[in-house]
């Protein structure tokens, strides 16, 4: 497996060795049975205890907030790359784990028993101060109420089901579910609303969640319609192989030695607020906007055409090796904007390169597994890079640059609103020597969409579908009275 020597500078000087996570398979506590992991529960809620106060988010209501993205992200940095002290082996799992927290999303873990799951969990979680964690094991007969809370008898007695979600999943901040698999059916499919849309939803009753990230870990998969779905929701995933060369069991050896298995708790200067990720978070998710992160038309076609390619080589190799078909869902392709935006922001970066698609790996492959996988997004991210030169990332730029110039033209002819001035937007008008926007029409942008010249069929590709779409835009306005739709 090669290794990408521009890594996202995650943690510094932390750069994988390999994309594979490998811990003994015999490294588990006796005493604890998770490798001397520190317990992770639940806050204690007394009955008819008000919700705990949310975490505060001035930023999002345009308050001022005394805090520097670069010092934060050295602050994570250093609280997690700590963890590979005890962690032994696990740093391209970190890195992953870095990029969930980064995003608000979740982390599937699954390995042979006795591989240090919990104990992985737990101590990452442990790293994150002032939040609400919530634990659980799940088995066949685990029910919802476990999960979501107990039925409130004084709403029932006036005939509305409605659960008590203090101190449950609903109510958590972070989340680690183990034996994930070993629940029903029923049991995964109520948790998609929380994993994914982050609500509760059942009945009359609806609540928002706050969940930041879910780390859920299981000994096996089961392939069913309803787990590929749960599956789904799983932006990252990793397998733990267990690895018992000499040099990883000394390792193993000298962290367990520094604790035999006792809880620890670490200092606070060991932990970060989770305030502080959260700050990431909505950064990196667009929710602050004098703190966007962007991205060129032409790095998010290299996107999709890597994932493409990846899609149609693992699916080679799956066939070959009588393996089942590797699923790549749309909202993965729409969710990868996110840690293409996470990787910029490590790099200290307000916009998205090319030089951060290599980070897709953390979230299309699964980190330790199969290793045709990483071979497969290897080769692809190779031939992308190659495949699509400079010239031709400057005509997607301008081609979609195009496509958003003819539908501000049709929102000027429908209503009358005015046509943003824009760098492409000075650029036609003295191309065509014309005076002001109002001077633009679908023809004007048509005839400079077929003046682009590219060399790649699929950039060509492109052109022919935005000429349609222009062409399309055009008829709409002639047909304005007729249209079903304004």
Request: proline residues 5%; aromatic residues 8%; charged residues 25%.
């Amino acid at each position: 497996m090669s290794t990408d020597p521009t890594l996202p500078d995650a943690f510094e000087d932390l750069s994988p060795d390999s994309v594979g996570v490998s811990v003994p398979g015999q490294a588990t506590c006796p005493v604890c049975g998770g490798f001397g992991q520190p317990a992770v529960v639940a806050p204690s809620v007394s009955e008819g205890e008000a919700h705990p106060q949310r975490l505060r988010r001035p930023w999002v209501h345009g308050e001022s907030w005394d805090a520097e993205p670069a010092e934060i992200i050295d602050e994570l940095r250093r609280v997690l790359s700590s963890l590979e002290r005890d962690l032994v082996g696990f740093r391209p799992l970190l890195i992953q784990s870095l990029y969930a927290l980064l995003t608000r999303e979740n982390l599937l873990i699954f390995s042979p028993a006795g591989t240090a799951k919990t104990f992985y969990a737990a101590s990452v979680f442990s790293r994150i101060r002032g939040a609400r964690v919530f634990d659980t094991q799940m088995s066949k007969g685990t029910l919802a109420e476990e999960l979501f809370g107990s039925i409130d008898t004084g709403q029932l007695k006036r005939g509305r089901i409605v659960h008590n979600t203090r101190g449950t999943l609903v109510d958590a901040d972070l989340a680690f579910i183990d034996e994930f698999f070993d629940a029903n059916d029923m049991v995964l499919r109520a948790l998609l609303g929380v994993f994914n849309e982050r609500v509760f939803k059942k009945g009359s009753q609806l609540e928002h969640c706050p969940l930041h990230t879910g780390i859920a870990a299981a000994n096996y998969l089961r392939a069913t319609e309803v787990t590929e779905a749960v599956l789904d929701r799983f932006l990252f995933r990793a397998y733990i192989t267990p690895d018992y060369s000499p040099l990883t069991l000394l390792g193993i050896d000298q962290a367990f030695a520094r604790h035999y298995g006792r809880r620890e708790v670490p200092d606070p200067d060991e932990q970060i607020p989770l305030q502080h990720i959260v700050f990431l978070a909505d950064i990196v998710r667009g929710l602050i906007p004098d703190r966007r992160i962007e991205a060129p038309a032409s790095v998010l076609f290299l996107k999709n055409m890597l994932l493409n390619r990846y899609r149609e080589l693992i699916g080679q190799a799956c066939e070959a090796a009588k393996k089942r078909t590797l699923y790549i869902s749309p909202r993965t392709y729409a969710k990868a904007r996110i840690v293409l935006n996470a990787a910029a922001l490590l790099r200290g970066r307000d916009h998205v390169t090319s030089d951060d698609l290599s980070q897709l790996r953390y979230a299309v492959t699964t980190v330790g597994g199969w290793e045709e996988q990483a071979e497969c997004f290897d080769k692809a991210l190779n031939e992308t890079l190659i495949r699509i030169r400079p010239a031709d990332q400057d005509h997607i730029d301008q081609l979609v640059a195009a496509r958003d110039l003819a539908e501000h033209v049709m929102a000027r002819v429908k209503d009358g609103e005015a046509i943003p001035c824009t760098s492409f937007l000075q650029r036609v008008l003295r191309f065509f020597g014309l005076v002001s926007a109002g001077d633009v029409t679908f023809d004007h942008v048509r005839r400079f969409v077929d003046g682009v010249k590219p060399q790649d069929e699929q950039v060509k590709t492109l052109k022919l579908e935005v000429l349609r779409w222009i062409q399309d835009l055009a008829r709409r306005v002639d047909r304005m009275d007729h249209e079903p739709l304004a």
